[in-house]
C-alpha cells in the first residue's frame, strides 16, 4: 500500500469542492494568472479555514524569480494569509505531514506525539 | 535514395527561386533548412503537406534585426527533419497563418502572437493563450515592445455568447481532473459538448525566458520542473543538446546508465498516470496500487540522484555520481521481478474489469490521418497504430544497441492507449533488464568539460521520446555562456490541443475519460 497516508491522522476526506473544504494547500507556483482565481477559491472556502503554503514556489516564487519576471505572484501570502510554510524543491512527503502536524498544533494548542528536536 | 535527397530534387523541380540547403545532420540535428518568403510560405507548407511531412514545432526567433519564424517539419517514416524559416520585418510583424493546412498551427500561431508581436493573416482566432490581463509587452523579444491598446482587449478574451440550447462550463483551472491547472471553456448542450476550447497559462513559469537569462550550467534544474512525474528524461533532452551543440563527447557507462534511470523515470511516470486514469474514472483502488510500486522506483532513483521527484542527475559529459553497483543493480532487479508479478495483477484488476472497459473503448477515437495536422506523439500517436517513437527513430544514450519491441494500439481510442502504456512499462523492463546486464565499467563521466560552457556560433534541434512523446530543444548560440533563444518542443501541448476534435458531441464524463488517457502534464504544456 501507498506509505505517506494522511488517513493516519484523521485528513482523509478529499473533496473537489472549496465550499466543503477548510484547508487549502497552495502545492505550486502562483502566477498572474492564478491568483484572481486562488483568491476567489480562498473567499468560496467556509470559515474557520487555513492555508498551507507548500514549497518555494508558494512561499516566495522559489527558483522562478529572476530580473524581469513578467508572470509570477512571489508568495501567496501576497494574495491570502498563510499559515503554515512548507518549504523543499519539492518538499518530502514527512515535510507535509510534518506541516498538518504543526497547523493542528497551532489550532488545538497540543502535538499529537514529540516532534523531532531541534539542537540549534 | 534517402528521403532528405529526394525531397531537396522534388523541390527544385518546384520551387526555382527558393533556397534550399543540405545542413551537417550531426552538428545541428536538422537536414534541411528552406528560406521562404511570406509570399511561397504556403505553397511550400501545402508541398510539404503533400508529401506526409508532419510539423514538429512552430515558434519564433527575435534577432533584433528581424524577427525569423521557424517550422519544423519531420515524418513519421524515416527521419528527415527540415527546417522552413520566414523572416519578418520587426516593426510590423505579418505572416501568412498555416492553420488551415496544420491545424495545430492555430495554438503555435497564437502563441507566437502573444510573446513576440507577429500578426497571423487569416488566423481564425488570433487570441492570447498564455498571459494574464497585466502583461503590457511582448515578454520574449529582446527589446521592450509594447502592446497595442488594441490587442490589450484579446487578453483573457473569452466573452461567451450564450445561444438558445446552449451553455458554458469552465473545466478548470482547480478542477481535480484536468490534474493541475489547465482551463478547457466547454459548450455544452445539456451533457454533451458542442466544443472545447483549452485556455493556458496558469502555469507559465517562463523557463524560455529565464534561459536567455542563465548559463547553461545555472538552467540544468528547470527541464526537472517542467515535466516533473518524468523528469529525468527531460533532463536528459536538455544535456545532450547542450552537448551536442559543444560536442562533449559521453562515456559508455554514462550512457548505459542514463538509459536504465530514464527507462526506471517512464515507468514511475506511467505509474502515476496509472493511479491518475481510473481515478479520473471513479475507480480510486488501482491509485494506491500503483503508487505503492512507484515509491520502490523512487527509493532506488533517490539512492543515485539524491532527490525523490525533480532529478537533476545528468550533467554535461557525463553524471553527478556514479551508481553503487551492488545496492543499485540490485535494488533494480528486485523491483523488475515484483513489477512483472504486478503487471498480472494490474491486468485482473483494471484491464478486465468490465466498467472500467465500457467507460474507455470505442471513446475518444484518434484516426492515424491526423497525426499528420496535429503532431501528436508518443503513446498518444502509437495508440493509432503508427510506430513513430524517437528512442528507435534517432537513438540516443544507449538506445541504439538495445532491441525494443515498439507497442502499438489499432484504432486509438482511449482503450488503446491505455494499453500501449502498459505494455512500455513491460518493455522498460525489459531494456533496464538489458541495460544492467550490458553495463560497462569505466569514468561516468568525461573530463575537461569546462565550467562556463561557450558553445559555437549556430543552432541546433535535438529531440529524445519522454514519457509522453517527442520532446524537443532548440537552442540558439551566440558563443556567449547563455543560450540565446531556447525553445522547447513538448509533447503534452501538441496531444493536447487534439482534445477539442476528439470531445464534439460526446458526453462531458466521456470527454474526462479522453483527457485522462492524453496523461498530460501542466507545467509542461504552459512552460
Given at each position: 500500500m501507498a506509505r505517506f497516508d494522511i488517513a493516519r491522522f484523521g485528513a482523509e476526506v478529499f473533496r473537489p469542492s472549496p465550499r466543503q473544504a477548510d484547508l487549502m494547500i497552495v502545492s505550486g507556483t502562483v502566477t498572474k494568472k492564478m491568483a484572481p482565481i486562488l483568491v476567489t477559491l480562498y473567499e468560496q472556502m467556509p470559515s474557520p479555514k487555513w492555508v498551507i503554503a507548500m514549497g518555494n514556489c508558494a512561499i516566495s516564487g522559489g527558483p522562478f524569480v529572476f530580473e524581469g519576471q513578467y508572470n509570477l505572484v512571489e508568495g501567496v501570502d501576497l494574495l491570502v494569509p498563510v499559515d503554515i510554510y512548507v518549504p523543499g524543491c519539492p518538499p518530502r512527503p514527512e515535510g507535509l505531514l510534518e506541516g498538518l502536524m504543526k497547523l493542528e498544533e497551532k489550532i488545538t494548542g497540543t502535538r499529537r506525539f514529540p516532534g523531532p528536536e531541534t539542537k540549534w | 535514395m534517402t528521403l532528405a535527397a529526394k525531397t531537396i530534387e522534388e523541390f527544385k523541380a518546384e520551387f526555382k527561386s527558393v533556397d534550399i540547403s543540405e545542413v551537417p545532420y550531426d552538428k545541428q540535428g536538422y537536414h534541411l533548412s528552406i528560406e521562404s518568403r511570406t509570399g511561397n510560405l504556403l505553397g511550400i507548407v501545402n508541398f510539404l503537406d503533400r508529401r506526409e511531412f508532419y510539423i514538429v514545432d512552430l515558434f519564433c526567433v527575435d534577432y533584433q534585426d528581424y524577427l525569423e519564424l521557424v517550422y519544423f517539419f519531420n515524418t513519421h517514416r524515416e527521419l528527415c527533419r527540415i527546417k522552413v524559416t520566414l523572416k519578418l520585418d520587426p516593426e510590423k510583424p505579418v505572416a501568412p497563418t498555416i492553420s488551415n493546412i496544420y491545424t495545430i498551427a492555430r495554438w503555435y500561431e497564437r502563441e507566437v502572437h502573444e510573446f513576440f508581436g507577429v500578426y497571423f493573416e487569416g488566423h481564425p482566432n488570433l487570441t492570447y493563450l498564455f498571459l494574464h490581463e497585466e502583461i503590457d509587452h511582448y515578454p520574449l523579444r529582446k527589446k521592450h515592445v509594447p502592446v497595442p491598446d488594441g490587442d490589450?482587449?484579446?487578453?483573457?478574451?473569452?466573452?461567451p455568447h450564450e445561444e438558445e440550447n446552449s451553455f458554458f462550463i469552465n473545466?478548470?483551472?482547480?478542477?481535480?481532473?484536468?490534474?493541475?491547472?489547465l482551463r478547457v471553456v466547454l459548450k455544452m448542450d445539456g451533457e454533451y459538448l458542442i466544443s472545447a476550447e483549452p485556455v493556458l497559462?496558469?502555469?507559465?513559469?517562463?523557463h524560455e525566458k529565464m534561459a536567455e537569462n542563465k548559463s547553461y550550467m545555472q538552467f540544468l534544474p528547470n527541464p526537472a520542473r517542467m515535466d516533473y512525474p518524468g523528469a529525468l528524461l527531460f533532463n536528459l533532452a536538455y544535456v545532450e543538446t547542450v552537448e551536442k551543440l559543444c560536442g562533449i563527447e559521453v562515456p559508455e557507462r554514462a550512457k548505459y546508465i542514463r538509459t536504465i534511470t530514464c527507462e526506471l523515470n517512464r515507468i514511475a511516470s506511467h505509474l502515476l498516470w496509472l493511479g491518475a486514469f481510473p481515478a479520473d474514472l471513479g475507480a480510486l483502488t488501482p491509485f494506491m496500487y500503483a503508487f505503492d510500486d512507484r515509491e520502490n522506483i523512487l527509493d532506488i532513483l533517490e539512492d543515485v540522484t539524491g532527490s525523490r521527484l525533480t532529478y537533476c542527475y545528468f550533467r554535461f559529459g557525463g553524471l553527478y555520481n556514479d551508481i553503487n553497483e551492488e545496492s543499485f543493480v540490485d535494488a533494480t532487479k528486485r523491483f523488475i521481478e515484483r513489477m512483472r508479478e504486478r503487471l498480472v495483477m494490474y491486468d485482473k484488476l483494471i484491464t478486465g474489469n468490465v466498467i472500467f472497459i465500457n467507460r474507455v473503448k470505442n471513446i475518444g477515437i484518434l484516426e492515424q490521418g491526423q497525426a499528420k495536422k496535429y503532431g501528436f506523439s508518443g503513446p498518444v500517436i502509437r495508440s493509432t497504430g503508427i510506430p513513430f517513437d524517437m528512442r528507435r527513430v534517432e537513438p540516443y544514450a544507449a538506445y541504439g544497441s538495445i532491441d525494443f519491441e515498439i507497442p502499438t494500439g489499432h484504432i486509438g481510442d482511449n482503450m488503446d492507449r491505455y494499453m500501449v502504456r502498459m505494455k512500455e512499462i513491460e518493455i522498460s523492463l525489459n531494456i533496464i533488464e538489458e541495460g544492467i546486464k550490458r553495463l560497462p565499467s569505466g569514468p561516468f563521466k568525461t573530463e575537461k568539460v569546462p565550467k562556463k560552457l561557450k558553445p559555437p556560433k549556430g543552432d541546433i534541434y535535438n529531440a529524445v521520446e519522454s514519457t509522453r512523446g517527442e520532446t524537443g530543444v532548440y537552442i540558439v548560440s551566440d558563443e556567449s555562456d547563455t543560450p540565446y533563444r531556447m525553445r522547447w518542443r513538448v509533447p503534452s501541448y501538441s496531444n493536447l490541443m487534439t482534445f477539442p476534435h476528439l470531445s464534439r458531441g460526446v458526453l462531458i464524463a466521456d470527454a474526462i475519460a479522453t483527457l485522462g488517457s492524453y496523461d498530460i502534464v501542466v507545467p509542461e504544456i504552459d512552460r
Amino acid at each position: 500500500m501507498a506509505r505517506f497516508d494522511i488517513a493516519r491522522f484523521g485528513a482523509e476526506v478529499f473533496r473537489p469542492s472549496p465550499r466543503q473544504a477548510d484547508l487549502m494547500i497552495v502545492s505550486g507556483t502562483v502566477t498572474k494568472k492564478m491568483a484572481p482565481i486562488l483568491v476567489t477559491l480562498y473567499e468560496q472556502m467556509p470559515s474557520p479555514k487555513w492555508v498551507i503554503a507548500m514549497g518555494n514556489c508558494a512561499i516566495s516564487g522559489g527558483p522562478f524569480v529572476f530580473e524581469g519576471q513578467y508572470n509570477l505572484v512571489e508568495g501567496v501570502d501576497l494574495l491570502v494569509p498563510v499559515d503554515i510554510y512548507v518549504p523543499g524543491c519539492p518538499p518530502r512527503p514527512e515535510g507535509l505531514l510534518e506541516g498538518l502536524m504543526k497547523l493542528e498544533e497551532k489550532i488545538t494548542g497540543t502535538r499529537r506525539f514529540p516532534g523531532p528536536e531541534t539542537k540549534w | 535514395m534517402t528521403l532528405a535527397a529526394k525531397t531537396i530534387e522534388e523541390f527544385k523541380a518546384e520551387f526555382k527561386s527558393v533556397d534550399i540547403s543540405e545542413v551537417p545532420y550531426d552538428k545541428q540535428g536538422y537536414h534541411l533548412s528552406i528560406e521562404s518568403r511570406t509570399g511561397n510560405l504556403l505553397g511550400i507548407v501545402n508541398f510539404l503537406d503533400r508529401r506526409e511531412f508532419y510539423i514538429v514545432d512552430l515558434f519564433c526567433v527575435d534577432y533584433q534585426d528581424y524577427l525569423e519564424l521557424v517550422y519544423f517539419f519531420n515524418t513519421h517514416r524515416e527521419l528527415c527533419r527540415i527546417k522552413v524559416t520566414l523572416k519578418l520585418d520587426p516593426e510590423k510583424p505579418v505572416a501568412p497563418t498555416i492553420s488551415n493546412i496544420y491545424t495545430i498551427a492555430r495554438w503555435y500561431e497564437r502563441e507566437v502572437h502573444e510573446f513576440f508581436g507577429v500578426y497571423f493573416e487569416g488566423h481564425p482566432n488570433l487570441t492570447y493563450l498564455f498571459l494574464h490581463e497585466e502583461i503590457d509587452h511582448y515578454p520574449l523579444r529582446k527589446k521592450h515592445v509594447p502592446v497595442p491598446d488594441g490587442d490589450k482587449k484579446l487578453l483573457n478574451s473569452f466573452k461567451p455568447h450564450e445561444e438558445e440550447n446552449s451553455f458554458f462550463i469552465n473545466l478548470g483551472p482547480q478542477h481535480p481532473s484536468t490534474h493541475g491547472v489547465l482551463r478547457v471553456v466547454l459548450k455544452m448542450d445539456g451533457e454533451y459538448l458542442i466544443s472545447a476550447e483549452p485556455v493556458l497559462g496558469y502555469l507559465h513559469r517562463m523557463h524560455e525566458k529565464m534561459a536567455e537569462n542563465k548559463s547553461y550550467m545555472q538552467f540544468l534544474p528547470n527541464p526537472a520542473r517542467m515535466d516533473y512525474p518524468g523528469a529525468l528524461l527531460f533532463n536528459l533532452a536538455y544535456v545532450e543538446t547542450v552537448e551536442k551543440l559543444c560536442g562533449i563527447e559521453v562515456p559508455e557507462r554514462a550512457k548505459y546508465i542514463r538509459t536504465i534511470t530514464c527507462e526506471l523515470n517512464r515507468i514511475a511516470s506511467h505509474l502515476l498516470w496509472l493511479g491518475a486514469f481510473p481515478a479520473d474514472l471513479g475507480a480510486l483502488t488501482p491509485f494506491m496500487y500503483a503508487f505503492d510500486d512507484r515509491e520502490n522506483i523512487l527509493d532506488i532513483l533517490e539512492d543515485v540522484t539524491g532527490s525523490r521527484l525533480t532529478y537533476c542527475y545528468f550533467r554535461f559529459g557525463g553524471l553527478y555520481n556514479d551508481i553503487n553497483e551492488e545496492s543499485f543493480v540490485d535494488a533494480t532487479k528486485r523491483f523488475i521481478e515484483r513489477m512483472r508479478e504486478r503487471l498480472v495483477m494490474y491486468d485482473k484488476l483494471i484491464t478486465g474489469n468490465v466498467i472500467f472497459i465500457n467507460r474507455v473503448k470505442n471513446i475518444g477515437i484518434l484516426e492515424q490521418g491526423q497525426a499528420k495536422k496535429y503532431g501528436f506523439s508518443g503513446p498518444v500517436i502509437r495508440s493509432t497504430g503508427i510506430p513513430f517513437d524517437m528512442r528507435r527513430v534517432e537513438p540516443y544514450a544507449a538506445y541504439g544497441s538495445i532491441d525494443f519491441e515498439i507497442p502499438t494500439g489499432h484504432i486509438g481510442d482511449n482503450m488503446d492507449r491505455y494499453m500501449v502504456r502498459m505494455k512500455e512499462i513491460e518493455i522498460s523492463l525489459n531494456i533496464i533488464e538489458e541495460g544492467i546486464k550490458r553495463l560497462p565499467s569505466g569514468p561516468f563521466k568525461t573530463e575537461k568539460v569546462p565550467k562556463k560552457l561557450k558553445p559555437p556560433k549556430g543552432d541546433i534541434y535535438n529531440a529524445v521520446e519522454s514519457t509522453r512523446g517527442e520532446t524537443g530543444v532548440y537552442i540558439v548560440s551566440d558563443e556567449s555562456d547563455t543560450p540565446y533563444r531556447m525553445r522547447w518542443r513538448v509533447p503534452s501541448y501538441s496531444n493536447l490541443m487534439t482534445f477539442p476534435h476528439l470531445s464534439r458531441g460526446v458526453l462531458i464524463a466521456d470527454a474526462i475519460a479522453t483527457l485522462g488517457s492524453y496523461d498530460i502534464v501542466v507545467p509542461e504544456i504552459d512552460r
